[in-house]
């Protein structure tokens, strides 16, 4: 088992990365109330749902589980209306505790009910997804989905204890395997040229999971600095938005249906190093050694809509700060800025 310590003052907490310890969550959490309220999905919880739950049971808690159809469509503010619906009916108080039981869009739904429930309710963040585990569930960054657009209702609420079991992700279909592998190739460009040369030596799913605890921890370690001297968002942490401007208008111009969040970043990653090498802001060849490793892990790196069609999504975009759009580039592989400019970049 490996552990990492987020170090945030008195919103710090522990990531626990391990193999086949799920049915031992019951021993890491805490709800002073005696009562969890566990939010989960269809694809999710008919596996995983009952070792948690008997878990937590053995350690004398009382459970609800309350289970959301997935998909990025959930993440909707529609969806808040009946888990607090539900958590009322459950008598859920301030002493109890939240377990998002899921991917990304569970982790950011549960945390964001989690924040605003009583002004705050304590929660756990327990990913089952590959892009959960490396990046979604660490930070504190929760949110909901708009019809203008992506993550633009949310807040910034730290979860108690984000828990990690890898061998979850064995039978973890391939679709989100390799929606998964967009963000850590994300973690490689923008701050770890070795992690990145790992990844391009790696030849099959098999050969990922005989690594994957180091590169979840490696992913996490990496977020884990970023966050700890930018919580809100405000400066370093810009950085792990590379390819995500691009890539959350993509997704918005197919209605959050078209792309999975991965594919879509992989081709906002792709897109925007297009530009910047072409402008001298990256280093050559930079552009094509991208395109090639999101190739090798089966991710897209071009969609046939036009630049200028996703602008008025990227205008939405809530990194969009008054005339000005931060977006990140990269100076080489392994080396992250950020660059103030306009939509009209994207046209270049």
């Known amino acids: ?13 522990d990531i626990i990365i391990g193999k086949n310890h799920l049915s031992s969550i019951g021993d890491y959490v805490t709800s002073r109330g ?3 309220f566990i939010i989960s999905d269809t694809n999710v ?38 888990i607090y619906s539900s958590m009322i009916e459950f008598n859920l108080t301030r002493r109890d505790l939240v377990i998002t039981l899921g991917g990304g869009v569970i982790g950011d739904l549960g945390g964001f009910v989690a924040s605003t429930y009583l002004r705050g309710v304590d929660f756990v963040q327990v990913p089952t997804s ?4 490396v990046d979604s569930s660490v930070g504190g960054k929760v949110a909901v989905d708009l019809p203008e657009g992506k993550n633009l209702v949310g807040s910034f609420y730290q979860p108690k204890l984000v828990f990690i079991d890898t061998d979850v992700l064995y039978d973890l279909p391939d679709r989100y395997y390799i929606d998964g592998m967009a963000e850590i190739i994300k973690y490689g460009c923008i701050k770890d040229k070795e992690l990145f040369e790992v990844l391009e030596g790696i030849k099959s799913r098999e050969e990922f999971m005989d690594k994957v605890d180091d590169i979840v921890y490696t992913c996490c370690d990496i ?25 959350h208008a993509i997704e918005k111009f197919y209605n959050f249906t078209g792309y999975s969040h991965g594919q879509a970043v992989a081709i906002g990653m792709a897109f925007i ?20 490793i999101l190739r090798q892990y089966g991710l897209p790196v071009s969609d046939s809509v036009k630049a200028q069609d996703v602008l008025s999504a990227i205008k939405s975009d809530k990194k969009n700060l008054g005339k000005k759009l931060n977006v990140v580039l990269l100076s080489e592989i392994g080396k992250s800025y950020t660059y103030p400019t306009n939509e009209e970049y994207f046209l270049k």
Request: proline share 3%; glycine share 8%.
């Open 1 to 13: 088992m490996k552990k990492l310590r987020v170090n945030l003052g008195e919103n710090s907490y």
């Open 45 to 82: 919880a008919p596996i995983f749902a009952n070792t948690v739950i008997d878990s937590l049971i053995a350690k004398g808690y009382e459970c609800k589980l309350m289970v959301l159809e997935a998909g990025e469509p959930t993440k909707n503010i529609k969806s808040i209306y009946p």
């Open 223 to 247: 977020k884990r600095r970023v966050v700890e001297v930018d919580e809100k968002d405000n400066g370093e942490r810009m950085l792990l938005n590379f390819g995500h401007t691009y890539g």
């Open 273 to 292: 190093t297009q530009i910047s090498e072409k402008l001298g802001q990256t280093a050559k060849g930079t552009a094509e050694r991208i395109q090639r």
């Open 34 to 36: 005696g009562k969890v």
């Open 130 to 133: 590959l892009l959960a585990q």
